[in-house]
Nanobody
Framework: VQLQASGGGLVQAGGSLRLSCVVSASDFSLNVMGWYRQAPGKQRELVAIITRGGTTTYADSLKDRFTIWRDNGQRTVYLQMNSLKPGDTAVYYC????????WGQGTLVTVSS
């Protein structure tokens, strides 16, 4: 399975970005999907989850700024990030939550102050 994340870049604090992740798995729609991030020198952390039916869960500190959704027909999961902060700087990845596939390259988000 290939996980192709895109949409990252350099943005000023307070700005927004929309990330996309195209998944090659034919059973994409059957999987609970998540966005993760890994900041320099830190462990990878779970940012948001979306179930097969579209129920979403967020890390407590992010739920007011981030939105996850999915398009099963396009095998794509999205992450809208608003009011970005320098602390959001990280490489962002998508993967299924249960029994993750091999991780993709992710997409780098850099938020300048």
């Amino acid at each position: 399975v290939q996980l192709q994340a895109s949409g990252g870049g350099l943005v000023q604090a307070g700005g927004s970005l929309r990330l996309s992740c195209v998944v090659s798995a034919s059973d994409f729609s059957l999987n609970v999907m998540g966005w993760y991030r890994q900041a320099p020198g830190k462990q990878r952390e779970l940012v948001a989850i979306i179930t097969r039916g579209g129920t979403t869960t967020y890390a407590d500190s992010l739920k007011d700024r981030f939105t996850i959704w999915r398009d099963n027909g396009q095998r794509t999961v999205y992450l809208q990030m608003n009011s970005l902060k320098p602390g959001d700087t990280a490489v962002y990845y998508c993967n299924r939550v249960n029994d993750p596939w091999v991780w993709g390259q992710g997409t780098l988000v850099t938020v300048s102050s």
